[in-house]
């Protein structure tokens, strides 16, 4: 039986997870591995900054002048995906921010 680990020690979720890694029944519950429960500014900044190379990527391939309709889906969609993953960045630095002041 695994005993509840507070969420402020990641040392010991570390610890948990690699004791349970190959217990098949471990994940059922629920539980997340520790390096994608974490979130802050440094995931932030990553995920801003591939947003801002993905929309750049699409508008110079858009400006390069490609002018065909299965070109402009597929630059529509991933600048769709590109601005998401900016917003997506933008928050974790925001939630990043308002944590570490809370602390």
Do not use: C
């Not at 005993?3 to 979720?13: F, S």
């Not at 590109?82 to 917003?87: A, E, K, N, Q, R």
């Amino acid at each position: 039986m695994s005993k509840k680990i507070g969420r402020e020690d990641p040392i010991e979720q570390w610890k948990e997870w690699l004791d349970n890694r190959y217990n098949p029944g471990y994940v059922l519950g629920g539980r997340i591995h520790p390096g994608y429960r974490a979130k802050g500014k440094s995931s932030g900044v990553f995920l801003l900054i591939s947003g801002v190379m993905g929309l750049s990527i699409v508008l110079l391939a858009l400006f390069a002048g490609e002018d065909r309709d299965g070109a402009r889906i597929m630059f529509l969609l991933f600048a769709i995906i590109s601005v998401v993953t900016i917003f997506a960045g933008l928050t974790m630095i925001v939630e990043g921010k308002k944590k570490s002041k809370g602390r």
